[in-house]
């Protein structure tokens, strides 16, 4: 490490505290080293001398993609104070450094953002420099997942396709779906041929492949992008044949005649069949239900309380017939499950740019349920506030806003996430049947769902070995975008200089933020978009991805893009472990170093966006992996209360795991917080009793430390090292604790009607009742073309009375209402 600048006697305040140290900057790290005054030792005889132990000296080191937020604030005129450089970090490291001259201040600032936005290229980061300690060296990271392997041990045999799967290799060189693996997992019954007819109706020709394989009743968990069904309402039969091949891949025989005669066995045709059903036949007369989870059906009792008897129904009793032996209809028995992760509202604005969600007509003994988890904008902008309430913690020691924390919804939108993973895995571990999940994509929403259904199903999963697995397979090889997701390369914005200052304006700590940058950015980013023809939408916003050999340009970061996405997913397995002390390997610890990981730069496995850049990049050869830091440190992040025995007879030993929805906490450490000052409104807080057969109250109550470690620790030297964090306390066992859940919808049962809810005024009126400006958040690309025809077409027009009806409202006037379009998109 070689490093660039040394700067002595600068002032750091964090957490409150104030240390005077030397800042060092180097190429990749800034380093602030402090002494931490050193106490006798009262046991040792006292010799009669006045000698002070030698004091010990601590680091805290900030790697600079780790940096959110920089302020430059110059010395003030005719002012004492100091000049200084503000920090955020992603970690939630506060820290402020007051620098002795105006110059030397500026120089450090200078360099810090060059350092930090004025790279241009992923390979100008660390992981292209760092050189792993010799226990590292010794692990094989790279190498923990290998999607042969996997999916074997999951029971698919390249040799044999009894199970009903076949992977395939249609993808080996990326040109079939460059978001997608090499190696894909389809049923045995459909051959390649039809795969490339199906790839394009689906969104970035992220067709429907199998992610899981459940080994007891071999049902299964698929992943796909949302269908081009569009305006018109467009099928495609290669498409309804992959699904119901794979609905249908656990049957041992020959599907009966009765289901030949259905759509799980259309004809393959030489020819891409995109049918288009007209207008007036949309809807029509279905025999499978839509469920919404929508915030008002209150008067269904939620699924994660319902009993294994509830899915009496839904488990197969007899998969032949005794007289004749041929298998029945295999949907009699089944509820197969379409989820779409999207609030109706954000699949009807896709369904405009052509997009959508299925039409169920085609897609038989199937439900479909949109499970209204925001997009990326509501994740990104709900993160923000819980900064918001923390932004301060460099200057000030004081406990976090709990009104800030509140009213930033992050806990609704993690229960939201945890509750349909739960659906999906409930549906699939106990109702014994199927399910295809998607949003728009297929890489935010749909992996978080895949990667926590399958932790609630598979022991393995909540092993290292197979965490890192899932990781690396429903994450990293089927396309989460984390260079867009993280915005390793950082932006201009995020660099600011109060230059108000100069003029010796009184500037209070937190007055400087981001919001007017974003904004701006972000209005810059739609009046690009809109001279861009062509473009598609969802979740990548129409940014068509390239690898990184491109112009240094495409690298850049994309403000619209950036979004917490693993962030959130990591959360939940923290509420996971928190709910299941026992069943988890790893500790809490190896999440919260997982995310600093994230963001650090230090290892190749985040800094790319696809399997296919990773590749090309040779990431594997010329970076180190994440993997090896855990494998070399397997002892630090091991649960010592781990118990790996499966015994579905004895309770707390169960195969399946479900969270405990009315438990939901802050994850105080990753805040670098304590438990009381990050839960205390949970629980002090009195909460309203639960709505009808147990379902959440129509409307929320309006709300009245763990010493960090070593590379992402507050910067206070004084702070003893061997401060431990409180123990981890269970909420109120009132199960109307809310936190913060507007509107946060359960999952139903399955409707009791067989009616489609696939008509615009359909889709959008059942399901917006209470739902809040976050939970409409707009869908990526949209535009004001898009705008007015949503408004001309009087689409969401029902959503919207509705929404303000069931508030209490009037009718949105007509000059109101093309306002009220512009804010869902």
């Known amino acids: 490490m070689e490093v660039r600048k040394v700067i002595k006697d600068v002032q750091c305040i964090s957490s409150g505290r104030t240390s005077t140290g030397t800042l060092r900057l180097a190429d990749f790290h800034l380093i602030f080293s402090a002494k931490i005054p050193q106490q006798a030792d009262p046991s040792k005889p006292n010799d009669g001398s006045d000698a002070q132990p030698p004091p010990k000296i601590r680091e805290s080191w900030i790697t600079y993609p780790m940096i959110s937020h920089c302020v430059f604030r110059p010395k003030p005129p005719r002012s004492s104070n100091h000049s200084s450089i503000r920090l955020r970090c992603r970690d939630f490291t506060f820290a402020m450094f007051n620098f002795p001259d105006d110059i030397t201040a500026k120089e450090a600032y200078e360099f810090i953002r060059q350092r ?298 993690t229960y939201s996430v945890l509750s349909g993973a739960e659906t999906i895995a409930r549906r699939v571990g106990v109702g014994h049947s199927h399910a295809l999940i998607h949003c728009s994509d297929g890489w935010d929403r749909t992996s978080q769902l895949c990667a926590l259904s399958q932790i609630m199903l598979d022991p393995y999963f909540r092993t290292i070995a197979g965490f890192m697995v899932l990781v690396e397979k429903d994450w990293l090889s089927f396309g989460h975008m984390f260079r867009l997701r993280s915005g390793h390369l950082n932006h201009e914005s995020w660099f600011t200089v109060q230059k108000d200052a100069l003029a010796g304006t009184t500037i209070n700590p937190g007055d400087t933020d981001t919001a007017a940058s974003d904004a701006f950015y972000s209005l810059m980013g739609n009046a690009r978009r809109l001279l861009q023809k062509g473009n598609e939408d969802g979740e990548g916003d129409g940014l068509s991805e390239t690898v990184s050999t491109k112009a240094p340009a495409e690298e850049a970061t994309d403000l619209k893009m950036v979004s917490p996405v693993f962030h959130q997913f990591l959360d939940c397995v923290y509420q996971l472990i928190r709910h299941h002390p026992t069943r988890f390997e790893f500790n809490e610890r190896f999440l919260r170093r997982l995310l600093y990981h994230l963001y650090s730069c230090q290892y190749g496995t985040f800094l790319y966006n696809s399997e296919k850049q990773r590749t090309e990049a040779k990431a594997s050869e010329r970076t180190a992996s994440v993997w090896d830091y855990f494998l070399s440190r397997r002892k630090e992040f091991t649960n010592p209360d781990y118990d790996s025995t499966v015994n579905d007879r004895v309770p707390g030993k169960e195969r399946l795991i479900f969270p405990d929805l009315k438990n939901i906490r802050w994850w105080h450490q990753c805040f670098n917080r304590s438990d009381e000052e990050m839960n205390s409104y949970l629980d002090t807080k009195q909460a309203r009793p639960l709505g009808v057969d147990g379902a959440a109250p129509d409307h929320l109550i309006e709300p009245a430390g763990s010493q960090p470690e070593s590379h992402s620790a507050s910067l206070d030297p004084n702070l003893s090292t061997s401060s431990l964090p409180p123990p981890l306390s269970h909420a109120a066992s009132d199960p109307g604790i809310l936190l913060g859940m507007n509107s946060a919808p359960r999952a139903p049962l399955p409707l009791k009607n067989s009616q489609t809810a696939e008509s615009a005024h359909e889709m959008l009126t059942p399901s917006l009742q209470l739902l809040d400006g976050n939970e409409v958040a707009p869908e990526e690309g949209s535009s004001a073309g898009l705008q007015d025809g949503l408004f001309n077409m009087k689409l969401g027009k029902g959503a919207i009375s509705l929404g303000h009806s069931s508030l209490g409202g009037s009718m949105p006037s007509t000059s109101n209402l093309k306002e009220e379009v512009q804010e869902m998109m």
């Not at 290229?121 to 190498?143: D, T, V």
């Not at 025989?253 to 891409?272: F, K, M, N, Q, V």
């Not at 839509?290 to 009792?301: M, N, R, T, Y």
């Open 116 to 413: 930090t936005c004025k790279l241009r290229s992923i390979e100008s980061l660390y992981a292209f420099h760092h050189r792993p300690l010799k226990s590292e060296r010794g692990m094989n990271g790279w190498a923990v997942y290998d999607a042969r392997a996997e999916f074997l041990r999951q029971g698919i045999n390249e040799k044999s396709t009894d199970k009903g799967w076949r992977l395939s290799t249609i993808n080996k060189d990326y040109s079939f779906c460059d978001t997608y693996p090499s190696i894909l997992a389809v049923p045995s019954s459909i051959s390649d041929n039809t795969l490339k007819y199906a790839k394009d109706f689906r969104s970035r020709n992220r067709i429907p492949v199998l992610t899981y394989l459940h080994p007891v009743n071999m049902c299964t968990i698929m992943r796909s992008s949302q269908p081009r069904s569009g305006i018109l309402r467009k099928t495609n039969i290669q498409d309804e044949r992959l699904v119901s091949a794979a609905f249908n891949s656990n049957a041992p025989r020959p599907l009966s005649d009765a289901e030949s005669s259905t759509s799980s066995a259309l004809p393959i045709s030489d020819e891409p069949q995109f049918n288009q059903t007209p207008p007036s036949e949309i809807g029509g007369n279905g025999t499978v239900e839509v469920l919404s989870l929508a915030p008002k059906e209150a008067h269904s009792a939620p699924l994660s309380i319902v009993g294994e008897d509830d899915f009496a129904e839904a488990e197969p009793q007899s998969l032949y017939d005794e007289k004749t032996g041929k298998r029945l209809i295999y949907g009699a028995q089944q509820k197969n499950l379409i989820v779409d992760a999207r609030p109706t509202i954000n699949a009807m604005v896709n369904q405009v740019q052509g997009y959508g969600s299925e039409t169920m007509d085609n897609y038989k003994h199937t439900e479909k349920v949109f499970l209204y988890i925001g997009n990326i904008h509501v994740m990104r902008n709900s993160l923000q506030k819980v900064v918001d309430s923390i932004k301060d913690a460099d200057v000030s020691a004081m406990p976090p806003s709990q009104e800030l924390l509140h009213g930033s919804q992050w806990l609704k939108h």
